[in-house]
């Protein structure tokens, strides 16, 4: 898998509103659209896309020197 950046963004796979598998749902540019009440988000910011029921949480994502994907999810107590 190759990425345009190094950088992009990872967004959590269900919708906050009604738990629906964002995975089903459609993709467009920026925008994943809910399958199940068809409330859209943007999929790099994880905000919603002309409603009011909350934001998906994203999170940073790159390649490391050896092209594996790294996915962070939080910080560790330690890096506090």
């Known amino acids: ?3 345009a950046a190094t950088r992009s963004p990872f967004s959590e796979a269900v919708c ?3 738990g629906g ?3 089903d749902g459609l993709l467009g540019q920026r925008t994943v659209v ?3 009440h068809a409330c859209g988000f943007d999929v790099v910011s994880g905000m919603p896309a002309g409603h009011a029921y909350g934001g998906l949480k994203v999170y940073p994502i790159h390649l490391d020197s050896k ?3 790294i996915i962070t999810f939080g910080i560790r107590e330690e890096e506090e």
């Open 1 to 3: 898998m190759k990425f």
């Open 34 to 36: 809910c399958p199940l």
């Open 21 to 23: 598998p964002l995975a």
């Open 67 to 69: 092209e594996d994907l």
């Open 16 to 18: 906050p509103h009604k």
